[in-house]
C-alpha cells in the first residue's frame, strides 16, 4: 500500500535505476519496446479522445443560421401606417452593432469577455480570470463563457450544466467564430440577452427602464443593463433597484480594473441612485395588446401565406385596420349601450370590410373575451349560413348560368328531392307563384331549392367557391343553408367577402389584413391578393338590388335598413332537427341556434353572425333577440357611413329594365293595353328578355254601338250601347263631361241615364272593364238645346223662367191654354193675373223670360 503513496520523484528513480540495470542487459531491445510503446499509448489517447469528443458532439444541433437570427417582435400598423401593436414572441428592439455606442459595448465587455476580441471562440485565460474575479469580487463577479458561447447557448443549447453541452457549447462556439465577424457575434449577443419584462436585447432594456435609446445612455444606465444578463430578474431595476445597484456598482469597478473608465467616472457613477434613476411607474408602459381579434387574423395571415414567423422575424406589417370603426365594434359588443344583448353568453361574430377591395377595417371577434387570442368568431366560426347563403349558392348561380331575370317566376309549393325524401316550408304554407325577387325578400325555400335544382348542383358550388365560401361537398339541402356535420360552416368573414363581390360589379378580393410587409433590409413585399371576376356584371346587379328588397316592407331584414342609404343585404336563420329538439329539451320551434344578417353598401361590406358558442343554446323569439344581427348591422352601418358619401349601385349596360305583365308565367313583357297596376318594372340580361308580349288586354271586346239621345219629355240623355259579352261578365266604365266637369260611373247594364241641362253639350266614353282588363273606349256625344222665344211665341221644351208649365202660345193674343202674362183679353181658359172674371189658381208675376214678360198664371 506504501507503494501506492510515493511521490512522483521516488518512482521515477526506483524506475530508472531498474531501467539501468536492464539497459545493461539488453539496452536497445528495452528502448525500442518502450518507443513501440508511447506510439501504440499515444494513438490510443489520441483515438481515445477523438472517440470521446466525436461521441460527445454527435448530437450537438447545426449552426443553422436561422437560429442565429435574433427573435424580434414584428410591428403592426393600420391603414394610415400608424402603428397599432407589437406582434412577438417576446419584445425586443433591435440594435445593430453601428447603433451600439462604446460606453454600452466596454461595459459588456468588462463583464462578460473583456478578451473577447483576442480569442477565438474559447478563452482559457478568461476562464481561469473568471475564477479570481469570483474570488476577488464576489460570487458572480464574471461568467467562465465567452460572448460567442453564450450566443451559441442562448441559440442552439439548453441551460443545463453538463460536461456533454459545455464540449458541444466549444465546438459551436468555434465554428461561429470562423462563419462570422466579432462585431457580428457581438451583435447576436446584445440582441439576444434576457432583460426580464418578457424582453430581450440590451436595446429594449435601455427603452423599457429608462425611456431612451442606447446613445442616450448614460454610463450608470449602460453599466446597469449590462450587468442584467447574469441574473435578469433577480437585476430588474423595478422591482429589486438596490441588488440591481449593487450589480451595477460591480460592473463599474471591472470597466475599471480593465481600464474602460477612470476611477473619477466609476465614483461618480456609483452615485447615482437606481431606484430615482429609472422610469416612475406613471411613465412605464403597459403591456396592453389592443385590437385583438384583427391582430388575430394578422397572425393568421402571415403564417398562412408566407414563410416568415411574424413572432421572431421584426416585419413592419402594412394592414387594412381602420381603428375608429375597430373601437366601434369593441364598444357595440361588449356593452349594451346600443344593442340589447340578452345575457353576457350571448355571442356575436362581425366582420366589416371595404366592399371594393377586400380589405378588413374591423373584426368583432366575439363579446366579453377571457383570454388573449381565444376563439375569433368572426374568422373561427363554422356555422350553418341559413337563408343568408341563397343568393350565394341558388338565385346567383340561376341567373349566372341560365340568364333568368329579375321576374323569373317559380312557385312556392311543397317539393321533392332527387332522392324522393318530400321537402316543404318550416311553416308549411305556401303563397304559390312569385318572382324570384319576391322569394328572396320573404325567404321562401322551397323556391330556393327549385332554383338550385335547376341550376344543378356542380355549377352552383362552383360558383360558391367562386366567391370563397369553402365547400368541398353539395347537397340539395344546402339550398337553404343546412350544410351538414359541425366542421361544415362559414365565417363571418367569409360571407362578408362573398357578398362584397355582389356589390363590386361581380369582382371577388379575398378578405385580407395585410397589404404590404417590410423587411428589416427595407425590402417590401407585396400581399394584397389579386382580384378576379366571379361573376358578370349584369348577375351581380341583379342579385344586388334584389337584396335592396329584403330590406323594404315586407321583407325580412326592415330592421337593418339605415334611411337614406341604399343598402342590399339578406338574413338567416337555421333550425333545429325534431331529434335535436328532443335531446336537448327545446320546446319552441320557433327557437333558432344561429342568426345572421350579411349585407353591403358600395363602400362597406359587414357580415355578423349571432348565438351561442354551444348550439345547444337557443336564440329565443323573445323581444329582439333573433333580430340582433341586423340591429348590429344597422348601427355599425350608421357608424362607419356617417362621413363619407354613399352612392348607390349603377346599373351596367348588360342590364336592361323591362316591364313585365304581373303573374305572368312563364313572364311576358307588358303590352300597351296592360293596365298600369299590372305592370312591374323588372331587370333582365341584355339579350335575354323575354320575347312575348301578353295578349290578354290587347283582346278584350269593346263596346259598340254608342247613342246618346234627349229625352224632351224627362228633360234627361238616355245613353246605350252594345256589347258581346261572349260568356264574361264585364261591368262598364263610362265617363261623361258637360264642358266645365267631368264624371265617372260604372255599371253592369249597357245603358245609363242623366240628367241634361238645356244648352249644353254632352260627350261620353264607355269601356268594358273584364277581369281587371280594360278594353278600348266608344263614345257618343249629343247637344241639348236652349230655351227660346221666337215672333209666335212658341217656348222650346215648354220650359220658361216663369215657371210657367202649360204648353201654348203666349203673347197678347193667347188663344191657347195655358198661363197668360199681363193679358187684359185672355180669351183662354184659365187664370190671368189681372183677371176678375171666372177661373181657378192663384196669379203671380215672375222674372222677365225671353220673349216678353209674363205673369205667371197656371193653367187649370
Known sequence: MADQYQSREERRKNLQAKGQQKTKKKPRGLFKKILLFLVIFGFICLAAGVGTFAYLVKDTPALDPKLLKDPIPSKILDKNDQEVTEVGA??????????????????????????????????????????LANFQHGFGAEGGSTITQQVVKNSFLTH?????????????????????????????????????ENSHGIATAAKIYYGKSLKELTLAEAAQIAGMPQSPNNYNPFTHPDLAEKRRNIVLSLMHQHGYITKQQMEDAMKVSVKDDVLKPEQRNVNDKPFDPFVDAVIDEVKKNTDFDIFTDGLIIHTTLDKDAQTYVDGLLNTYDNIPFPDDQFQAGVALIDTKTGEIRALGGGRNPQVARGFNYAIDTKRQPGSTIKPVLDYGPAIEYLNWGTYQMIEDKPITYSTGKKFGNWDQSYKGAMTI???????????????????????????????????????????????????????????????AAFGNNGIYNKPHAVVKIELRDGTEIDMAPKPKVAMKDSTAFMITDMLKSVLVSPGTGTRASVPGLPIAGKT????????????????????????????????????????????????????????????????????????????????????????????????????????????????????????????KYKNIDSPTNANAKYDETNQQINLTWSYNSSGSNPKFEVTYSDGK????????????????????????????????????????????????????GNVENGNSNGNNNGNGNNNNNNNGNGNSGNNNNNNGNGNSGNNNGPGQGNSETPPPTTGGQTTGTNGT
Open 90 to 131: 417576446v419584445n425586443r428592439e433591435y440594435a445593430n452593432y453601428a447603433d451600439i455606442p462604446k460606453v454600452v459595448e466596454n461595459a459588456i465587455l468588462a463583464t462578460e469577455d473583456y478578451r473577447f476580441y483576442q480569442h477565438h471562440g474559447i478563452d482559457p485565460i478568461r476562464l481561469g480570470g473568471a475564477i
Open 437 to 499: 325577387r319576391t322569394a328572396l325578400q320573404l325567404s321562401r325555400n322551397t323556391p330556393a331549392v327549385q332554383a338550385l335544382q335547376q341550376v344543378g348542383l356542380d355549377k352552383a358550388k362552383e360558383f360558391a367557391v367562386n366567391l370563397g365560401i369553402p365547400l368541398k361537398e353539395i347537397y340539395e339541402s344546402y339550398a337553404i343553408g343546412g350544410f351538414g356535420g359541425k366542421t361544415i360552416g362559414v365565417s363571418p368573414l367569409e360571407m362578408a367577402g362573398a357578398y
Open 160 to 196: 443545463e450544466k453538463t460536461l456533454k453541452r459545455k464540449v458541444q457549447e466549444a465546438w459551436l462556439a468555434y465554428q461561429l467564430e470562423q462563419k462570422y465577424t466579432k462585431h457580428q457575434i457581438f451583435e447576436m449577443y446584445v440582441n439576444k440577452v434576457f432583460v426580464s
Open 572 to 695: 338567416g336563420t337555421t333550425n333545429y332537427s325534431e331529434e335535436e329538439m328532443r335531446q336537448w329539451g327545446i320546446t319552441s320551434s320557433k327557437s333558432v341556434p344561429d342568426s345572421w344578417f350579411t349585407g353591403y353598401t358600395t363602400n362597406y361590406t359587414a357580415s355578423i353572425w349571432t348565438g351561442y358558442s354551444d348550439r345547444k343554446n337557443p336564440i329565443t323569439a323573445v323581444g329582439d333577440n333573433q333580430r340582433i344581427a341586423q340591429l348590429i348591422f344597422k348601427n355599425l352601418m350608421t357608424y362607419v357611413s356617417r362621413d363619407v358619401t354613399t352612392p348607390d349601385f349603377t346599373m351596367p349596360s348588360s342590364v336592361v329594365k323591362v316591364k313585365i305583365e304581373r303573374g305572368t308565367m312563364p313572364p311576358v313583357l307588358a303590352s300597351s293595353y296592360t293596365p298600369d297596376s299590372m305592370v312591374t318594372t323588372e331587370y333582365a340580361v341584355k339579350g335575354h328578355i323575354p320575347k312575348a308580349v301578353s295578349e
Open 741 to 792: 266637369n267631368t264624371k265617372k260611373v260604372t255599371v253592369s247594364d249597357k245603358s245609363l241615364t242623366i240628367p241634361a241641362n238645356p244648352g249644353t253639350k254632352y260627350s261620353f266614353s264607355i269601356v268594358a272593364i273584364v277581369d281587371g282588363r280594360t278594353s278600348n273606349a266608344a263614345s257618343a256625344s249629343v247637344e241639348i238645346p236652349s230655351p227660346q222665344n221666337d215672333q209666335t
